[in-house]
């Protein structure tokens, strides 16, 4: 693993996850999607690493991005989204680039519709964060920094 790959991290958003901070923020908060971001930062840059940001709301967007990602940064955080409950096709793509992935939501998804407490993305994920709110993405950066030093 090159030292430049040591210092990457991708953060990865799925669908509506572009909505926060005006999209039900009695559950998801009132932090946006740039709040995020801008967390993301701070926390990888305090931890040694640079990040990457996308948010998509199309599945193949986000398989494309897993793929790529491979070889070329040391761990991935998720949001999966209602994805997260649906895709199979996530699944492979992240068993298949064979790099950490922290999977992350930010509501409590046990305490809400049974529907939401399947994820296909949590067996081949190497951490599940939730209900932590947004900081569910700092812990999740600093849980990939131990993981990948």
């Known amino acids: 693993m090159s030292e430049e790959k040591n210092k990457r991290i991708l953060v990865l958003n799925g669908p509506n996850l572009n909505l926060l901070g005006t999209r039900e923020p009695a559950v998801y908060g009132h ?3 740039k709040d995020v971001e ?3 930062r701070a926390t990888a840059t ?3 690493f640079e990040v990457e940001f996308l948010q998509s709301n199309h599945e193949g967007v986000l398989i494309d991005a897993i793929h790529a990602a491979r070889g070329t940064v040391s761990g ?6 209602a994805y997260t409950h649906t895709s199979i096709a996530l699944a492979d793509a992240i068993s298949g680039v064979e790099l950490p992935v922290i999977e992350v939501h930010i509501s409590n998804v046990h305490r809400r519709e049974s529907f ?3 994820s296909y993305i949590s067996p081949v994920a190497a951490s599940v964060i939730v209900g932590a709110g947004t900081n569910g993405y700092s812990l999740a950066i600093n849980q990939l920094a131990h993981l990948t030093r």
């Open 31 to 33: 932090e946006s999607l």
């Open 116 to 118: 939401r407490h399947h």
């Open 38 to 40: 801008e967390l993301c």
């Open 76 to 81: 991935i955080v998720f949001n999966p989204g």
């Open 46 to 48: 305090a931890a040694g």
